[in-house]
């Protein structure tokens, strides 16, 4: 859709249905501090996300087009910028069933507040530490998000990082090894910054998760999702029996796990743990994106789409990612290595945020690095319960994935019907996920 100087100043982007407002006259504003010589002219608006991407916000990449002229000089200077404008769904049938305010509202705090304390603890710490020594690669502090303009309960506006070569990686493929160990390097510098900031300042850190609502595993939300899980937990028994019928005991432990699936999660999300962050809550494929060098290896990571943002165990994120992301196979050959990955980026960070109180903190390397495996035991089964929602997602193709961008006007009663069909290779996965977990003693 393209937009023109006068055009755009009768709130293009703002539709009946939806209170979000993007004009010329706000762009000027959003990018004139960074410019002050700028003029934006114009802007194209195009879809940022297809099918299968994304449910509960709607994603659109904008081209900006515009003007410099430096210390007033009549010479013109063309200037051009991409972004992503991330809005609440138009349709308030999507809004409602995905509750997408509330979850929007998790993101506007994560960029709004939770960041900039964040940033600023950073700097503080790296200066105290008095190094005097530049940062390493692997002792950088966590920054690897987009940069946001503007955050507001309607509306973010991000840096497209498709300018800076990021790419998402194949929704259906999943993350290989090499992929994996950079998430997870990233979410441990991330979590770090949770761990030693509530070392420090106890107080502020829980005016930070109290600022945070619980997007879906709160007991409060049990009624709205039961017939959802229902639909969930039924086709996950139906692919493992389908699979391994020959499986008998390991069928009646996965049903009664999942008698009782979203009142086990929502224990597992509000357990007090010594190593509660605040977690990302949607680390999957699709809010990962890379950046490679000439030789194709990973350059740098970035994590995307902070909604479900929540204050638990730093191992739901792990279990979330590693459960839904990766094959079977590769979990067999690298589940330890990955974590241990985690673990000594997570040494590393905390070493030079805590500085010589890392032992006070936790004891030893060793102690924590015991603490993680039996978080990660215990936070196992959240990994089979998420893994259930997102497979059949991730593993299916675009053509057969919801689409959120369909028109409806009626009010939600009760969460969408997803109505996303199990494949073959989503049966496998299922399978082998159901088996690894009882197998190993996790459900």
Not at 110 to 132: C, D, K
Not at 151 to 164: K, T
Request: proline residues 4%; glycine residues 4%; hydrophobic residues 35%.
């Amino acid at each position: 859709m393209g937009v023109n100087d006068s055009e755009s100043r009768k709130d293009s982007i703002t539709s009946s249905t939806s209170s979000s407002h993007l004009d010329l006259e706000l762009l000027q504003r959003l990018f004139v501090k960074y410019e002050p010589d700028l003029t934006i002219d114009s802007y194209e608006e195009a879809q940022g996300s297809g099918r299968g991407d994304n449910y509960t916000a709607a994603l659109f990449r904008i081209a900006l087009k515009g003007h410099t002229q430096p210390d007033g000089s009549s010479k013109k200077l063309k200037w051009e910028k991409s972004i992503i404008c991330k809005r609440l769904p138009d349709c308030k049938i999507k809004r409602e069933a995905f509750k997408s305010e509330a979850l929007f509202r998790n993101e506007v705090v994560f960029y709004n507040t939770i960041m900039p304390v964040y940033v600023e603890f950073q700097r503080r710490r790296v200066e105290a530490a008095e190094t005097g020594q530049p940062e390493s690669g692997e002792n950088r502090i966590f920054q690897a998000i987009p940069q946001c303009y503007l955050a507001r309960d309607d509306l973010l506006v991000l840096e497209d990082l498709r300018v800076r070569s990021f790419t998402m990686p194949d929704r259906q493929a999943g993350l290989g090894p090499k992929q994996l160990e950079a998430v997870l390097v990233e979410l441990a510098r991330f979590h770090a910054v949770s761990l030693a900031y509530k070392r420090h300042h106890p107080v502020e850190f829980q005016k930070l998760t109290n600022a945070l609502e619980e997007g879906i595993f709160s007991q409060a939300n049990a009624e709205w999702y039961r017939k959802y899980y229902d639909v969930l937990t039924r086709n996950a028994i139906q692919m493992v029996r389908q699979t391994v019928p020959e499986k008998k005991d390991h069928l009646a432990k996965l049903e009664t796990f999942l008698s009782n699936c979203f009142g086990h999660l929502v224990e597992l999300v509000n357990r007090e743990s010594e190593l509660s962050v605040i977690c990302h809550g949607d680390c999957w494929t699709n809010n990962i994106l890379f950046r490679y060098d000439d030789e194709e290896a990973i350059a740098e990571t970035c994590l995307v789409d902070f909604q479900l943002i929540r204050h638990g165990s730093l191992a739901l994120d792990l279990a979330y990612l590693i459960y839904c992301c990766t094959d079977g196979s590769l979990r067999k050959k690298n589940l330890q290595q990955w974590l241990q990955t985690y673990h000594q980026q997570l040494v590393r960070s905390l070493r030079l945020l805590l500085g010589a109180t890392f032992d006070e903190a936790f004891g030893s390397e060793k102690r924590l690095w015991e603490l993680i495996n039996e978080e990660f035991k215990v936070c196992a089964r959240f990994g089979l319960g998420t893994a259930m929602d997102m497979l059949p997602i991730s593993t299916c193709s675009s053509e057969e994935a919801p689409d959120l961008y369909a028109s409806g006007t009626e009010t939600a009663a009760t969460p969408p019907e997803l109505n996303v069909p199990p494949n073959e290779l989503c049966r496998q996965k299922m399978t082998m996920l159901v088996l690894e977990l009882i197998d190993g003693g996790m459900l």
